[in-house]
């Protein structure tokens, strides 16, 4: 418990010390008229109150991430402790600050037109194709994931549940992408929010109350235990995402940049939202730690070998009773469908500013989600089809997840460059992000799969490449050239 109690300080502290450092970096402007104001439209650049964009932004970014993540991540050990406090700190709050007020300073731009902006055209084509369908895919998972389990708890009364409950499903997926948001997201989502938080603070008691024996990161050090055939690094990066660092984030700060009335509220939504998080994550890696390692199974009557869903359902309804049953089930059903709509929702307005389609007629965004929502049936039909379906769309969107973190890092670190600011803060977790995007598609069975040699080696080049790369665009470019306008 020392480790998971230093580690919740640590987090605090981040958001108090570091987070301001971050926002005196950045220098919001109190005074500057903020897209939700001036581009006001009634459907998504809409003003709403600030803690109202918080919980949505913290939904929005959190889901089951930082519940189920961290379950699978604490099977590696104590070392995941390190990885939510550093990568949560330096990196994910980062990314989320500077996205989300990137966007606020660009007009509400989604991710791909910063790309382009700070890292050129041909880079935000890519990333454009590469960023929707990695929304695509959240979409599918996330429609599947609470319609099997909805679909077991109704199979005694509905014939074919798990198709019922994905049709019910997509059908509020596309009436809650073309309404404005403030209409449902804006109304309910923040319920859901304070659920999934009610939650961890309940079960943050629990293991106060217990203080269960855990391993300890200062008796066991950074760990090079692998789990399930997979080492550390760099396994232990991809599975913790939300709750250290995620790409997917970057496309969700937007939404919530086109509904800030202050710049000033920015560190307090992208970064606090995001530290939040990270406690979320700690909470759950913590019992998660006592439910393989201290006892907690054994305690509740179940085996170690659940998935995550399971353990969360097991938890919830073992230490919290009726109410942990129903929050349970609120997080492991409500959340995947509030990001994977939201996600849908991110899709649509990327897709719109790149072809420069209005979105105040609800014709025009019929237009762009009809296509849309026939790829994402498509890949929810591969999910329910094949069997190790939802697998290999999880796994790969895993890698994607975090190859995006990459792209908006390098993004701000130009950024940074351009107007004379420290670009130290992100240029590091850039590098470090690259090498582990890089080395999981080489070593991992479910992409490349190349010997651990060679995938570690590449890996290492694509570190030292991307510093030659930056430097040498530093030194010729970027240091001489300064972005008067944001």
Known sequence: MITFIVSMLALVAGYFLYGKLMERIFSPDASR??????????????PLPTWKIFMIQFLNIAGTGPIFGAIMGAKFGPSAYLWIVLGCIFAGAVHDYFSGMLSIRNGGAGLPELIGKYLGQNTKKVMLIFTVFLMLMVGAVFV??????????????????????CGIIFLYYLIATLM????IIGKIYPIFAFAIIFMAVALGANLFLKWPTLPELYETGVSTLSFNGKDIFPALFITIACGAISGFHATQSPLM???????KYGRPVFYGSMITEGIVALIWATISMYFFYGGGAEELGVETSLQAPQVVTAVSEG??????????LMGVVAAPITSGDTALRSARLIVAEFLHMEQRSIRKRLYICVPMFAVTMGLLAFNISDKEGFNVIWNYFGWSNQTLSVFTLWTITVYLVLHKKCFWITFLPAVFMTTVSVTFLCVSKDCI??????????????????????FLWYNKKGSKQVVVSE
């Open 144 to 165: 599947y994931s609470p319609a099997l389990i909805l679909g077991n708890m109704t199979k005694d009364y509905i014939g074919n549940s798990v198709y019922v409950w």
């Open 319 to 328: 230490w919290l009773g009726l109410v942990g049953g129903v929050l349970a």
């Open 180 to 183: 404005p948001i403030d209409k």
């Open 449 to 470: 799969g190349l010997e651990p040699v060679i995938g570690y080696t590449l890996g290492a080049i694509a570190a030292v490449a991307s510093c030659v790369i930056f």
């Open 33 to 46: 008229v903020t897209p939700a104001v001036s581009m006001q439209d009634g459907v998504d650049y809409i």
């Open 257 to 263: 940049a086109r509904c800030l009335k202050n710049e």
